[in-house]
Structures are given as structure tokens and as C-alpha cells.
């Protein structure tokens, strides 16, 4: 599907801005043809037709709504009959007067295939504006514009919904999809879930499963968010361990998901729980798919990481396997309740005066700690590592998990491309968050000062001024200087400790960089 999407992409740029007639006849045709297996391999309730109000007769009785046309289905012209046969097949239909209700349209029920009727224009539009949606087209134009009464050769069309019923019956849609997406895919998320996927993940259904919720509603979600890309840092440490002590990370790249989708979950729950606005340079998953489908599709990777550690059931030693998953379910534990202690306190259920360092430090090292202790415990049990060594790799883990957190504060008042992705600098102000650098204000500044960024912070204001004028507290009070100061330290000190666990040359070549390369980052 990817190589027809970025076909009709190829198509489209080629096309000129005044493009004739039979360019545009052209181009339709080309992406029909590189189109229709993919859009055939789909469940039709994955698909939306669009038909044009012109297409009605002059006399139509039909009332409008707020999804177009309610057809009367009179039979005083071609509509109805158009309406019915995709509703036969399966397909959302819809008569709709122009292009805003289709935008409306599509961003409700989302479709992976748009089936549209209209002229050349109204095509050519379309187009442009969904080419790089990933969505796939089937596009009919008519035959004669004009406001009624307008003609179309529905027989393309028709054929189109035929084809796409007789394979429903005969077991053929199966079989392309076989052809066309592989064989049952041994991915956490796959590009969608069939009745096999969902066999295979859910046991054999007792009566009918329906492939569009968890399809629409886990895998597409998910990948969106999993395309945005990522540093990738908590399964570069699970790597650097296995090799400090001789392992080749390549055979255990899988297991490696665990964490990162694991990670990828959080931070959709936390986009929501922080009332955050953009991850990663896009609008946050709950804004674009709606709270109720963030929520589960952040819950759903909890458990879907740990599908690599199921299937390599005997292929691993039984009490290898078990320490892993206890380490899962511990490093998930951990970050709950240090997630507990960071919304408590934004939230204003303990005093601001009552949060000390010793409190704020042991929060990262479990919200954001707990992930990296987990990399680098579930490595060293790989690696075969003594058990003082695995809780070393751990402790060690979530003290850099805690600078990782103290430099994510500084970076929110200072780094230009950090704010970028999260769509504006000072978040953690408007979120009143309680960071090193409030508690080090709060603790050395004078009394006007701290009064001040207790209002601002109370305000969860998104006002820039106000925003700055939190962050000129914070700057004056030396707090950004201080919170990157004890960062470094608890690095430098993590290192130390470590140390006399792991072999010289590999702590020096890779462990060692790659920790300083938390104090450097930008993102």
C-alpha cells in the first residue's frame, strides 16, 4: 500500500496547476489503477463514498442534515440507487452539497479509502488536499457539471462495489490481503488487525469480531504517533549493555520493544493527563483522535510490548523470561506512583513549600527513571549478568532517567527546537508544574520573587508575557545554572558507581558518551 500511496503522491506532483482535461483524465486513471487493489483489500466500513448534491433531481424531496443529504430514496434520479448499493457492499455513503462538508466528514469517521463522484475540479481539490493523508482514492468524474441533474456513468463505479462484494463472499478480499499485507504480522501494531491478528491476540471469537475499532482505534493512532520518530534512548542503553558484556544486540532487537513502546504509551497518557498541546512537533494524539481513543490506545501498548517476550517462549530459559517480566511489571509500578507525585503536585494537593529536592529527585527516578532502570535490568539479565550487577545496571538506570528529566526542565524555559515540538516554550509554566529549578527559586529567592511564581505558577496561564516573566524568576534566581549543575553531578556520580560492574573499554567507548550526551541535547 505504502509504494500505491507514494505512486499517486509521484502522480499528483506532475500534474500542472491548470492542468487540461485529459491530465486530469490521466491522472485519475493512474491512481484508480494503483489504487483499487489496495482499497479492495480493506473492510468496506473502512471506506466512505461521496456523492455530489448536483447528482439530485430538481424535485428532490430530501431534506439536508449534518451529514448531507437525507435521501428520500424516491427514485427520481440516480442517488438513491448509488446510496444503497455501497450500503449493500458495506461502504459509509454520503450525498454532500461541497468540499468543507467532506473535510468535515472525513476528519469524523476517518476512512482509509474515499470514494469520490464529482467534477474534475472538485476531484483535483480533493486531492490536493488528502495526497499525503495516506488515505487511498477511487475517483469518478461526471460526465456533465452543472447545479441538478448532473450525468455520470455509474457503471465504474458500480463495477468497483461488485468486485468488492463477490470477494467478501467467495473469501477472496483473505486472499489479497495475504498477497498484499503478508502473512499474520508478528508486529505489536500492525498496519491494521485482521480476524487472524485478532484470532492470534485474542483467542478464536465465539461470534464475529470487528476489525475497524481495533484498526481505526489502536493501530492507526499508534502508528501515527510511532512515525513521529524518537531518540530511541532507552533501547540504545538496553544495546550498550548487552554489549559491554559481550552480547550482540541484534538478537534482541525485539525484545528491545518492550521498553520503547512501552515509553510511547506513557507519553500519550501524559499528553493527556498534562493537557499538553503537541508531541513531537504534531498535535498530541488525544487532540487529533479524540481523549477516549488516546486512552486506550496508550493503555493497549502496555501490554502489546510484551508480546516479543511471549513469543520467544522456548526460546529462552523459563527463569530468564521470568525475571524480565517481573522486572516489566516492577519498572511499571515504579512509574505509576512517580506519575502520581508529579500530578499531585501540579494539581496542588501538597503545599509547594512542603516539596523538597530529596522529593522532586526521587519522582524522576521513578516517573522518568523507571523506564531506563528497566533497559538496563532486563540487558543485564540477557547478558547474563551476577545479580549485584543487574541492580547496579538498574540503580544506575533511573539516576540517568532523573537527569534525563532535570535537562528536559531546562530545555523547556531555554532549547528553541525542544519547545518547537512541544509547541511553545515554558509548557511546564502553564502546566504549573513543580521542577528542580521552582524548588531551588522557591528556596533562594527573595520573598517577592517566590510569591510571584506561585501566582504565575497557580495560573496555568498560556499568557507569553506571564510565561517570560516566570522564566526571568527562575533565570535571576539561578535556578536553570543550579539545575544543570546537579544534573551533571548525578550523572558523574551514576558513572562511578557503575563503573566496577562493567568492562573498562565499553564503559569508555560508548556507555560514558552516551551519558554525556544527555547534559548536550537540545531535544
Known sequence: MKAALETS?????????DASQADAERLFAQINRAHRPHVLALDPREAALFLPHCLKSRDCVGTNGEEGLRCARCGRCAVAGLLEEAEATGVQAFCVPGGSLVAKLVEKHRPRALIGVACQKEILLALKLLHNRGVLFQVFPLDRDGCFETALDASPLRDLLTDWRERQKSGGMEKMQEELLGPACDEPIPERYDDRLLSRLCGETAYAYDTVGPTRAI??????FLA??????????????????????????????IVELSHNGTLIIDDIEDGSSHRRGKPCIHHIY???????????LYFLSLLPLLRRQGQLPEERRSQIFEIYVQGMIRLH???????????G???????????YLQMCGLKTGALYQMSAEMAGVLAEAEPAAVQELGRFGSAIGTAYQIQDDVLDLQGERFAAGKGGSGKDITEGKVTLLVI???RRGGAQDRERLKEILALHTTDPALIQEGISILTDCGSIEFASGRARQILDEACDRVRPFLPEAPFESRLRPFVCSFLTRDL
Open 290 to 300: 479524540g481523549t477516549d481513543v488516546a486512552m486506550n490506545a496508550g493503555n493497549a
Open 228 to 257: 513521529r520518530g524518537g531518540k530511541g534512548l532507552r533501547s540504545r542503553l538496553f544495546g550498550i549493555v548487552l554489549e559491554a558484556f559481550g552480547k550482540d544486540e541484534n538478537e534482541y532487537q525485539d525484545l528491545m520493544q
Open 349 to 359: 494537593l501538597l503545599a509547594l513549600e512542603k516539596i523538597t529536592e530529596e522529593n
Open 440 to 442: 531551588h527559586a522557591l
Open 219 to 224: 493501530a492507526e493512532p499508534v502508528r501515527d
Open 337 to 347: 506512583f512517580g506519575q502520581s507525585m508529579d500530578i499531585a503536585w501540579h494539581k
Open 9 to 17: 503522491r509521484e502522480l499528483f506532483q506532475q500534474v500542472p496547476e
